[in-house]
């Protein structure tokens, strides 16, 4: 009932596990598919090996959590093995990768073997990547365009809210060639610790995700829908299997959880079932649910 083929690849369920969480070893990403998630996508992947920004880098506010984690990971390099274990998990799994320029992207899709690849052009917090080369539409565009003539494989490109025009980003990656764009990366945000008076986290501002964010979330979706000829992968503040449906009605064709998988590894299993039983007391498949919001 909730199976779906989306940009060739055939999902069980429209849940993903968002790029961030528990996507750093090839054991937890098949752990969290084994928990019922649709398709696993992994912390971002870059050139080089790199620690990431100074503790703390990750702090839980009221409404969510906030983090600058500063893109640690331990090189492309050093990768496949992880991505070949979470296969075992049974699930598609995208490899979520970052660079400063089209050469760095393409380089790391040319050399991974992944099902899909994530862009992430999206970081709010990484000096000269992420929302750094992602708030700029002709540079989206010329990185996707590279990744797409680097790997087979299907391209999607996660899209930072933290611009004037979400949609001129979207376009432009549509433009290079993505076959999605997902939305959102976190809000960038900060804290101030009121005792000391210093910022809380070591990179001073970072990136808000959880709760708070769902509705900003849902508006990009919702405009991206309107814009956008390819599928647009809605996360952002998913936390039960009604925010799950609230995205696909504003034209989400899968979503991404993230923070909430901090709480409940099994959320994929209990939100799906959820999904289930809700779509069959309403008699509604997923493409009734598909963009309902856009029909009124
Ligand atoms: C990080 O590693 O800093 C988070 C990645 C992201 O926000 O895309």
């Known amino acids: 009932m909730l199976s779906l083929s989306l940009t060739g690849l055939d999902l069980k369920n429209p849940l993903m596990l968002a790029a961030g969480i528990m996507g750093t070893t090839g054991g937890s990403l098949k752990r969290v598919a084994e928990g019922g998630a649709g398709a696993v996508v992994t912390k971002s992947i870059g050139i080089k090996a790199k620690s990431g920004h100074y503790n703390p880098s990750m702090v839980e506010v009221d409404c969510g959590y906030l983090n600058a984690m500063g893109l640690p990971n331990p090189s492309y390099k050093n990768f496949q093995h992880e991505i070949d274990i979470a296969h075992e998990g049974g699930v598609p799994v995208i490899?979520?990768?970052?660079?400063?320029?089209?050469?760095?992207?393409?380089?790391?899709?040319?050399?991974?073997?992944?099902?899909?690849?994530?862009?992430?052009?999206?970081?709010?917090?990484?000096?000269?990547?992420?929302?750094?080369?992602?708030?700029?539409?002709?540079?989206?565009?010329d990185i996707t365009r590279a990744v797409k003539n680097a790997t087979c494989a299907p391209v999607w490109v996660k899209l930072t809210p933290n611009v004037t025009d979400i949609k001129g980003i979207g376009l432009a990656a549509e433009s290079g060639g993505a076959d999605a764009v997902v939305a959102i990366n976190t809000v960038r945000a900060m804290a101030i610790d009121i005792e000391s008076g210093y910022p809380v986290l070591g990179n001073k501002f970072g990136g808000l995700s959880g709760m708070a964010i769902k509705p900003v979330a849902i508006k990009c979706v919702y405009d991206l829908y309107e814009a956008l000829e390819i599928p647009v992968i809605g996360v952002g503040g998913i936390s039960?299997?009604?925010?799950?449906?609230?995205?696909?009605?504003?034209?989400?064709?899968?979503?991404?959880?993230?923070?909430?998988?901090?709480?409940?590894?099994?959320?994929?299993?209990?939100?799906?079932?959820?999904?289930?039983?809700?779509?069959?007391?309403?008699?509604?498949?997923?493409?009734?649910?598909?963009?309902?919001?856009?029909?009124i």
Request: glycine share 8%.
């Open 95 to 141: 490899a979520s990768i970052f660079g400063a320029s089209a050469d760095e992207f393409s380089e790391i899709a040319g050399s991974l073997r992944a099902d899909a690849f994530e862009l992430n052009v999206s970081c709010p917090h990484a000096c000269g990547y992420g929302a750094q080369v992602g708030s700029d539409p002709a540079l989206v565009e």
């Open 240 to 295: 039960d299997w009604r925010d799950a449906v609230e995205f696909i009605m504003a034209g989400a064709r899968a979503v991404q959880i993230g923070s909430a998988v901090g709480n409940n590894i099994n959320i994929f299993n209990d939100v799906s079932s959820c999904m289930e039983s809700f779509m069959e007391e309403k008699e509604w498949t997923l493409d009734d649910l598909y963009g309902t919001a856009h029909k």
